[in-house]
């Protein structure tokens, strides 16, 4: 009885009180798991935390490349308000002096912290990862990301190279650890030493991986046999698929390994037997990520603080794996927008467990069956990643910002997302037939060159505006002028309309058949309320 009213007294103390957050970030992760459908990758700890979360099937970045995603969700305005589409420009200096997430925390009484790659490092964020605006203490980047782009892969010669493909003894790595390891160690410091002082926590965590090089532990490969892959669905290129719509995946060909293979730009097919092994080893980093988030979640749990913080989980953008045959982000399809989001809030999306039961005990991938896959409250209303600033927020119980006007640059603290807090009440199948999601992507060119994949600001002329509906992918690529940053929509170069529910992988382009023009009128008339 007396274990029971202890217990009871907890649960009551918890949900007056605030709740802590630890906001995880992957990197280039598609929603590859287990609690996605996944059959093939064992995720076991990602979905462990699925099971124990509101999990968002049709989350969307607003931009499919590092910085300008990043900027986007932390700021929750679109990279059309931040005005960074590239790695080069920082957004309280060129567009506006935008409140950050966690320095709405920290405004708050929050002690906010950040680990790895949160903000993308460099010039987008000051060269401080918006320290001292955003953290209350200096960020932390591990030391071993110093090699990560040197040659670091052993060949088959032998030799060491800057391959994509990357299996490692850590054993034999500088410093014998691995960046991601490092990025565990330190939150866990962190977590122990804010358990001590008692305060409450905004803690981010940034993963490096699955980005490439496909750099991890070797044993991870051993998940994942080479017979068992099997290439993409779609692994050619659409033949309604715009030239302007392309991505020549130019950093995936940069490495060693892939150079070897003498592929003709931009269009030049990857060998298939090299596409099983880029899938192979994108998948063993996803596993090798996913034991990470489960050691630092078991932490989470071991130090009394599941039951006292929301738990956040998601991923950049996606990352294409020989879909449309493509690699890598850099486009507006759903293998490049599409991100995994769960949610985990103490007493709200899972019960809070009996004293000594483990929330989060860590899964082991090689002792633990692959068929232990978690589904979750499952949500599929389309939401975006600016709705993140607002729905945490409110799930901590601070005060929501309001909708941003527009113009906004000069408003320091608002949203142009949505709290989709609501969403998490709902059941699977009541969905809202107008949530929309927006993303876009820059070209230099109609055609597909060299820097199509990141154009700097200064050489963007096209810009690709799309729309993701619970029925469409709508995307209409537009004239865009780099010095005054307005998109003219009059100006059309190409268009992309695809049907959701009979063509799931966007590989026929109906754009241009007149029984959808009705559907095309009306998708475009969307950007002239929110572009």
């Not at 950050?100 to 000051?126: C, D, E, R, W």
Request: a neutral charge; one cysteine or more.
């Amino acid at each position: 009885m007396l274990r029971k009213l202890t217990y009871l007294k907890r649960v009551a103390y918890l949900f007056p009180g605030k709740l802590n957050v630890l906001f995880v970030v992957a990197d280039d992760l598609r929603p590859t798991l287990g609690s996605y459908g996944d059959p093939i990758v064992k995720s076991l700890n990602i979905d462990q935390l699925a099971s124990k979360s509101s999990v968002f099937h049709n989350a969307y970045a607003q931009q499919a490349v590092c910085a300008p995603s990043r900027t986007s969700f932390l700021t929750s305005r679109r990279p059309d308000t931040t005005r960074l589409y590239d790695f080069y420009s920082y957004w309280r200096v060129h567009a506006g002096n935008y409140t950050t997430l966690p320095q709405y925390f920290k405004s708050n009484g929050y002690t906010t912290m950040s680990v790895g790659k949160v903000f993308h490092p460099g010039i987008a964020s000051n060269k401080s990862d918006d320290y001292p605006y955003s953290w209350s203490i200096p960020p932390y980047h591990p030391s071993s990301l110093r090699y990560e782009k040197h040659k670091m892969c052993k060949g088959k010669d032998g030799k060491l190279h800057a391959n994509l493909l990357c299996p490692v003894d850590v054993r034999e790595m500088p410093e014998g650890i691995l960046p991601d390891m490092q990025n565990t160690e330190e939150a866990v410091k962190l977590l122990k030493s804010v358990k001590d002082q008692g305060n409450h926590f905004f803690l981010a965590v940034g993963y490096y991986k699955p980005h490439i090089p496909f750099r991890y532990p070797k044993q991870f490969l051993e998940l994942y046999p080479l017979e068992n892959m099997t290439l993409a669905p779609d692994p050619f290129i659409p033949t309604g698929l715009p030239s302007v719509a392309y991505n020549p995946w130019t950093d995936v060909r940069k490495r060693e390994d892939v150079q070897a293979l003498n592929i003709s730009f931009p269009y030049g097919p990857i060998p298939k037997e090299f596409q099983l092994q880029i899938r192979q080893n994108y998948f063993a980093a996803v596993s090798y990520l996913d034991s990470q988030v489960g050691k630092l979640l078991n932490v989470l749990d071991e130090l009394g603080l599941a039951n006292e913080t929301i738990v956040v989980f998601t991923s950049d953008h996606g990352w294409s794996l020989g879909e449309h045959g493509e690699w890598a982000k850099y486009s507006n399809f759903d293998v490049a927008t599409r991100v995994p989001l769960m949610v985990y809030v103490p007493g709200r999306t899972a019960p809070i467990p009996e004293p000594g039961t483990k929330t989060f005990p860590y899964l082991d991938p090689f002792q633990y069956s692959s068929e232990r896959h978690y589904k979750g409250k499952v949500v599929k209303n389309i939401v975006e990643m600016v709705d993140l600033f607002p729905t945490i927020s409110e799930l901590a119980g601070l005060k929501v910002p309001h909708r941003c006007p527009r113009p906004s640059f000069d408003v320091e603290l608002c949203t142009e997302g949505s709290s989709i807090v609501h969403y998490m009440k709902t059941s699977e199948k009541d969905m809202d037939p107008e949530a929309i999601a927006y993303s876009q992507y820059p070209r230099p060119a109609d055609l597909p060159q060299q820097d199509s994949d990141l154009p700097l600001l200064k050489d963007i002329r096209i810009m690709g505006y799309s729309i993701r509906s619970c029925d469409y992918r709508y995307t209409v690529w537009v004239d865009f002028d780099p010095v005054t940053f307005v998109a003219d929509f009059e100006h059309l170069h190409s268009g992309e309309l695809y049907l959701v529910h009979s063509d799931p992988n966007q590989d026929h382009n109906v754009f241009n058949k007149t029984e959808y023009a009705g559907v095309v009128h009306k998708l475009r008339n969307y950007f002239k309320g929110s572009i």
